[in-house]
T-cell receptor, first 111, second 117 residues
Framework: QKEVEQDPGPLSVPEGAIVSLNCTYS??????FMWYRQYSRKGPELLMY????GNKEDGRFTAQVDKSSKYISLFIRDSQPSDSATYLC???????????FGSGTKLNVKP | DTGVSQNPRHKITKRGQNVTFRCDPI?????LYWYRQTLGQGPEFLTY????????KSRLLSDRFSAERPKGSFSTLEIQRTEQGDSAMYLC???????????????FGEGSRLTVL
């Protein structure tokens, strides 16, 4: 079993839709949770960073962490074609010695 | 500072040749990580440095792979006797650890794509 599971998609939505992206994990020691956006043939770009359980909002993006269920989510409101990319979740234990990534969900926002 | 810089961006080599990738991290960051990413997969951890010390290596890092970070600045990742299975994107990331007042998240470079023929 992988440490982090993520549905690979692809997920196709119309412009303006609310997008929900999710990851589950098995290691209860994970404390730090991140979402990255990766365009084709580019490096991952950090979108959201949260510690422990709770919600964090930044513009059109909201990250949620439910440690009791070992489940994290990223919501994108008013999705735009420029949001079309692969979204990676990542998580780490307290000392950041390594980060574990999901396999990525490919999102396509249609104009 | 413009972020993490990686060179070359793309390397095509023949099987059996040696290749070296360079990473220049964000200047104040004390940690530097190497990851490998294949098509349709998330990045896989290879190794990381805190300053000049290599603190952890993945089992994925066979004896053909070596990484260095002299003086705790830039880092190099060398692959000897390349195999077709080494074809991947090699990603470098840096972070400012909490012990230096940072929050620990990774900032990635654009990656170095390796194609082994």
């Amino acid at each position: 079993q992988k440490e982090v599971e993520q549905d690979p998609g692809p997920l196709s939505v119309p412009e303006g839709a609310i997008v929900s992206l999710n990851c589950t994990y098995s290691n209860s020691a994970f404390q730090y949770f991140m979402w990255y956006r990766q365009y084709s043939r580019k490096g991952p770009e950090l979108l959201m960073y949260t510690y422990s359980s709770g919600n964090k909002e930044d513009g059109r993006f909201t990250a949620q962490v439910d440690k009791s269920s070992k489940y994290i989510s990223l919501f994108i409101r008013d999705s735009q074609p420029s949001d079309s990319a692969t979204y990676l979740c990542a998580m780490s234990v307290y000392n950041f010695n390594k980060f574990y990534f999901g396999s990525g969900t490919k999102l396509n926002v249609k104009p | 500072d413009t972020g993490v810089s990686q060179n070359p961006r793309h390397k095509i080599t023949k099987r059996g040749q040696n290749v070296t990738f360079r990473c220049d991290p964000i200047s104040e960051h004390n940690r530097l990580y190497w990851y490998r990413q294949t098509l349709g997969q998330g990045p896989e951890f290879l190794t990381y440095f805190q300053n000049e010390a290599q603190l952890e290596k993945s089992r994925l890092l066979s004896d053909r792979f070596s990484a260095e970070r002299p003086k705790g600045s830039f880092s190099t990742l060398e692959i000897q006797r390349t195999e077709q299975g080494d074809s991947a994107m090699y990603l470098c990331a840096s972070s400012l650890h909490r012990d230096r007042g940072g929050t620990g998240e990774l900032f990635f470079g654009e990656g170095s794509r390796l194609t082994v023929l």
